[in-house]
């Protein structure tokens, strides 16, 4: 099972922020978190990760709570194309036996609206 | 850098039949996963090769296999097929380290069962 929560769906206007929250309540302190986004029918796209520090690329920004418990994927100025299924997955860390293994959720369907 | 590379991107079949389908890594890239696509069941792990070996395993039945071969490049083989085998059979490569290292997608390859 995931083990990661996001809501189903999202709608965001265009050119403004898109704030996508992301629940992973039982992470371990040595588990990264990723967001990849899948754009219909396309393969998923690798937008971000972080371990306990704030990050930020040129797509996005990721904030991870304090205590690791939840996240937030910023989006500074959402356009159409940003349209998608967005998720949140928790990374087993180097050496685990399970480093080529990505458990998808449902992920949160992300409308852009002009 | 190219990315990685799927071939077919479309195929179609009968059930009973059987199909390979291929995956090029990124160049250097030592991991190969493969994942499934429904859309009832989402994305679902399949295996993961790295230097030759099978690493890990999803739960999938027996029809399902796959290689790796010496420069990494992978396949995957569905023999006997079945209808509910119509998927999104995506490939994602890596280094093969877990933790902060990014898989990146391919495009995948859309097999229809008839």
């Known amino acids: 099972d995931a083990k990661t929560t996001q809501p189903p769906s999202m709608d965001c206007a265009e050119g403004r922020a898109a704030n996508l929250p992301c629940n992973h309540s039982?992470?371990?302190?040595?588990?990264?978190v990723y967001w990849y986004r899948q754009i219909h029918s396309q393969g998923p796209q690798y937008i971000i990760h972080g371990l306990k520090n704030n990050e930020t690329n040129e797509m996005a920004s990721l904030i991870i709570t304090e205590d690791r418990k939840s996240s937030t994927l910023i989006l500074p100025h959402a356009t159409l194309r940003d349209t998608a299924v967005y998720y949140c997955?928790?990374?087993?860390?180097?050496?685990?036996?399970?480093?080529?293994?990505?458990?998808f959720g449902q992920g949160t369907t992300l409308q852009v609206k002009p | 850098k190219a990315g990685v590379t799927q071939t077919p991107r479309y195929l179609i079949k009968t059930r009973g039949q059987q199909v390979t389908l291929s995956c090029s890594p990124i160049?250097?890239?030592?991991?190969v996963s493969w994942y499934q696509q429904t859309p009832g069941q989402g994305l679902q792990f399949l295996f993961e090769y790295f230097s030759e070996t099978q690493r890990n395993k999803g739960n999938f039945p027996g029809r399902f296999s796959g290689r790796q071969f010496s420069n990494s490049r992978s396949e995957m083989n569905v023999s006997t097929l079945e209808l509910g085998d119509s998927a999104l059979y995506l490939c994602a490569s890596s280094l093969g380290r877990g933790g902060d290292d990014e898989q990146f997608f391919g495009p995948g390859t859309r097999l229809t069962v008839l």
């Open positions: 997955i928790v990374r087993v860390p180097h050496g685990s036996s399970n480093t080529g293994k990505l458990i």
């Open positions: 160049s250097g890239h030592r991991s």
């Open positions: 039982t992470i371990s302190g040595n588990e990264y």
